[in-house]
């Protein structure tokens, strides 16, 4: 079973840009696709963006479209998620997600679908 390990989340104000990390042990992330999602407090876990293995492909919440940027780190074996122009809607905590995928090109966006969870990193943006 792949272990997720996120990082980089804390209080930051409006406006600021943060970058989050997943590092995963045990496997190669060239072959997982890989996913980032957030829960707001009283709400559910929602899709962010995710990427496919190889990494070409992308796709990303209409929310966050434009802000994010989601990255695969061959050298650090992570999947990273850079978020620009944050405001107090993009506080949540943020979980990394990792399903094996033989197909390089799928990408994943339902959170059923996915296999391995890291426990998450808290971003918390000030107004």
């Known amino acids: 079973q792949v272990q997720l390990n996120e990082s980089g989340g804390r209080l930051v104000q409006a406006g600021d840009s943060l970058r989050l990390s997943c590092t995963a042990s045990?496997?190669?992330?060239?072959?997982?696709?890989m996913g980032w999602f957030r829960q707001a407090p009283g709400k559910g876990r929602m899709f962010v963006a995710a990427?496919?293995?190889?990494?070409?492909?992308?796709l990303y919440e209409n929310a966050v479209e434009g802000r994010f940027t989601i990255s695969k780190d061959s050298a650090k074996n992570s999947v990273d998620l850079q978020m620009t122009s944050l405001g107090p809607d993009d506080t949540a905590m943020y979980y990394c997600?990792?399903?094996?995928?033989?197909?390089?090109?799928?990408?994943?966006?339902?959170?059923?679908?996915?296999?391995?969870w890291g426990h998450g990193t808290q971003v918390t943006v000030s107004s």
């Open positions: 045990n496997v190669i992330i060239k072959n997982y696709a």
């Open positions: 997600a990792a399903s094996a995928m033989p197909d390089p090109r799928k990408i994943i966006i339902l959170s059923g679908n996915y296999e391995s």
């Open positions: 990427i496919s293995a190889s990494g070409a492909s992308a």
